[in-house]
């Protein structure tokens, strides 16, 4: 059974740091592609960045610079470091297997930046 579970998340304030997690299981890790994603209230889901199988890293021009993503194969483990957060980053993040948004992804962790 493929699990991706998602952990990190809480209160932050306006500037401050997040570090994710996504414990994942059932699959071929290491082979696998994978996407963090994020659905902001009253939107649709929004990718923050994808790290490919060979660890290149893709992030749209609006999150560059603010996240990282990384994974550790041996743990089975993808992050994602979110530094300077703002209240528009307040959004459920989630983990999601592959490139697509619409493949499968885990229950997501709610971030929520305020003072």
């Known amino acids: 059974e493929v699990q991706l579970v998602e952990s990190g998340g809480g209160l932050v304030q306006p500037g401050g740091s997040l570090r994710l997690s996504c414990a994942t299981s059932?699959?071929?890790?290491?082979?696998?592609?994978m996407t963090w994603a994020r659905q902001a209230p009253g939107k649709g889901l929004e990718r923050v960045s994808t790290i490919f199988a060979n660890f290149h890293t893709y992030y749209p021009n609006s999150m560059k610079g603010q996240f990282t993503i990384s994974r550790d194969n041996a743990k089975n483990t993808v992050y994602l470091q979110m530094n300077s957060l703002k209240p528009d980053d307040t959004a459920v993040y989630f983990c999601?297997?592959?490139?697509?948004?619409?493949?499968?992804r885990g229950q997501g962790t709610q971030v929520t930046v305020s003072s």
């Open positions: 059932g699959f071929t890790f290491s082979s696998s592609d």
């Open positions: 999601v297997r592959g490139w697509n948004l619409t493949e499968q």
